[in-house]
């Protein structure tokens, strides 16, 4: 690494362990992307639904923080479903315990696309992050994210999410419920995860990509 003329790193919490490798200014910060044009928010009509949260994934993910926070959402937010996509068998007792908590280990493409669209909140408890494919999908889909710090606010704002410390499952049930019992507030969260996620579409990564190989390249 030692020999490399330039890194690229997908969050900014990255750049001073890399710059220590390959020399200061030779880290740069390149966001990651997600196909805007396949994840998409979902028409507004359509047949009733309930108001869902979504929890995706596994690595990193704070299941101790879930198996709390699952019950606390649902308990104070009636006729909410709570639908976990992980392949990590810590969300089997979470399921069991309530009829509103969903467990899927798994799921087709278009499927996982599909509950994106049809869901209304990213719950992600996260021990810690850089980057991650299921925020910005969810962002994508017009989903406002309620996570833990650590990295991936490089990808977020205020407008479109919360960002709590590690292990706050208070916090996050406290936020989910403010998101859940104001239709504005979610609307507009909703709005602007659309808007924060169009900012790391595929085509503005590959300009930035670009002007680093300018940097690079002689001309």
Request: aromatic share 8%; with cysteine.
């Amino acid at each position: 690494f030692k020999r490399a003329d330039m890194v690229t790193v997908v969050a900014r919490s990255l750049v001073p362990y890399w710059e220590s490798l390959v020399g200061k200014g030779k880290a740069v910060y390149v966001p990651y992307a997600v196909d805007t044009s396949y994840f998409t928010p979902a028409p507004r009509a359509g047949s009733p639904r309930p108001i869902r949260c979504l929890f995706v994934g596994a690595h990193e993910r704070d299941f101790d923080c879930l198996s709390r926070l699952v019950p606390q959402v649902l308990s104070t937010n009636p006729g909410v479903e709570f639908v976990m996509i992980s392949s990590d068998h810590r969300c089997e007792p979470i399921a069991a315990g309530n009829p509103r908590a969903v467990w899927f280990r798994r799921l087709a493409d278009d499927g996982y696309r599909s509950l994106l669209r049809e869901s209304d909140v990213l719950v992600l408890p996260m021990s810690r992050s850089t980057t991650n494919t299921a925020v910005l999908e969810a962002l994508a889909c017009g989903l406002p994210v309620v996570t833990n710090a650590g990295g991936i606010e490089d990808y977020l704002d205020p407008y479109c999410s919360q960002v709590l410390p590690v292990g706050d499952d208070q916090g996050m049930a406290n936020a989910v419920h403010h998101l859940l019992t104001s239709p504005d507030r979610l609307a507009e969260g909703s709005s602007a995860a659309r808007r924060r996620a169009c900012e790391f579409s595929w085509t503005n990564t590959a300009r930035r990509m670009l002007a680093v190989y300018k940097q690079l390249i002689p001309t």
